[in-house]
């Protein structure tokens, strides 16, 4: 069960926007809208900011958005705010063998 | 407001079994909607899933762990549980339990997180 490849880190300036990728497989990513991105400041536990794809749980800011195109899935940070500065996971379905499998993580720094 | 908080021993030694139990409070386990997981963290390192169960007893653990896994849930006590066998210092890591929400399927995210309970396996 191979992790979701991300990049290591992901940097911008304060109002730019960023984007982060998350590359999979036909057998997980590209095979089902179950796509998932998560927050994580350091010492804390993560905090979902993205399922199924697009969908924004209550509370979160609408400058975050995900989107998805082939096994490739990614998240974008509009207006890019100091707080946005954390470390970001995704995570996919990745059907009834492998059930759930999550990225390497990205480091984002807000210059 | 739901609330889910680790409990289990900080440190174990190499070989044994790690017991580590989630507490959820402010709603029901039963709720026929959502899966309860398992997600660890090495120091300086990614999270990797450990397993789901659902209310039902059903459950499904991550292959690459090779059947050291056992997870499993008590709506008596609004609780639900892991077992990891054969540690060895690789198991070192945050673990964080946390719901798996909707419509009755592992499918989803993890939308509520415990806080995490560090797991040290040194002898």
């Known amino acids: 069960q191979s992790a979701l490849t991300q990049p290591p880190s992901a940097s911008g300036s304060p109002g730019q926007s960023v984007t982060i990728s998350c590359t999979g497989t036909?057998?997980?990513?590209?095979?089902?809208?179950?796509v998932s991105w998560y927050q994580q400041h350091p010492g804390k536990a993560p905090k979902l900011i993205i399922s199924e794809v697009t969908k924004r749980p209550s509370g979160v800011p609408d400058r975050f958005s995900g989107s998805k195109s082939g096994n490739t899935a990614s998240l974008t940070v509009s207006g890019l705010q100091a707080e946005d500065e954390a470390d970001y996971y995704c995570n996919s379905y990745a059907g009834s063998h492998n059930y759930v499998i999550f990225g390497g993580g990205t480091k984002l720094t807000v210059l | 407001q739901l609330q889910l908080q680790e409990s289990g021993p900080g440190l174990v030694k190499p070989s044994e079994t790690l017991s580590l139990t989630c507490t959820v409070s402010?709603?029901?386990?039963?709720?026929?909607?959502?899966?309860w997981g398992w997600i660890r963290q090495p120091p300086g390192r990614g999270l990797e899933w450990i397993a789901s169960v659902y209310f039902s007893g059903s459950s499904q653990d991550n292959p690459s762990l090779k059947s050291r896994v056992t997870i499993s849930v008590d709506t008596s006590k609004n609780q639900f549980s892991l077992k990891v066998t054969s540690l060895t210092a690789a198991d070192t890591a945050v673990y964080y339990c946390?719901?798996?929400?909707?419509?009755?399927?592992?499918?989803?995210?993890?939308?509520?997180w415990g806080q995490g309970t560090t797991v040290t396996v040194s002898s």
């Open positions: 402010g709603g029901p386990i039963t709720s026929g909607i959502y899966y």
């Open positions: 036909s057998s997980d990513v590209g095979a089902y809208d179950y």
């Open positions: 946390a719901r798996q929400g909707g419509y009755g399927s592992p499918k989803y995210g993890f939308d509520v």
